[in-house]
């Protein structure tokens, strides 16, 4: 079974992280919470999200992917958090999955993993960054690394995770049980 690790910060998009940590464990991947500190996280809009474990810990586990909700300020304290960024970097050079959603492919970029990659994100967090292929798609697969734009794509983007990490079939049978139009 596939593991995923999804960082939660104070001012994160609830939106997000909510529709990425459901969807995936609808389609049977194994997530893990973890606040940046100990503690429930108080979201963009006030929402309080109480994670599976902190970050210290969880960082004693390996992961398949990490996903970053957006969201700000909790994109800015991903990004100026040198263990996320560390392990991103870890990621991307064992080959495994790095994705974000809204301002946190800044926090991708911050660590080097957009790099010659084509990345989409809420619009304004990933202009003039050299070397990125910026897009307006909803959602962006460039190899190992996987980008959307907001709030309103969340969906779409947990979707295209499943896919990545369990296949279509996998990701066909989750999303006919949403009811989508």
């Known amino acids: 079974m596939a593991k995923v690790l999804v960082p939660l910060a104070d001012g994160c998009e609830e939106l997000e992280a909510v529709t990425i940590i459901d969807l995936l464990r609808r389609a049977g991947i194994a997530v893990t919470t973890a606040g940046l500190k100990p503690g429930i996280v108080k979201a963009s809009r006030g929402v309080q999200l109480v994670p599976d474990t902190t970050l210290d810990i969880a960082l004693k586990d390996s992961y398949d992917m990490v996903v970053l909700p957006g969201g700000m300020p909790g994109a800015t304290h ?21 994705a974000a959603i809204c301002a946190a492919p800044m926090v991708l970029a911050e660590a080097g993993v957009l790099a010659g990659k084509r990345a989409t994100s809420y619009p304004g967090f990933l202009d003039d960054l050299p070397g990125v292929k910026l897009s307006t798609e909803a959602v962006v697969r460039d190899g190992s690394v996987l980008t959307s734009r907001g709030p309103g794509t969340a ?7 499943i896919e990545a990490l369990a296949g279509r079939a996998r990701r066909d049978e989750v999303e006919a049980g949403l009811m989508r139009p």
């Open 78 to 98: 991903l990004k100026d958090d040198p263990r996320i960024i560390r392990l991103l970097q870890q990621m991307a050079a064992a080959g495994k999955y790095t």
């Open 155 to 161: 969906m779409d983007f947990a979707l295209a995770l």
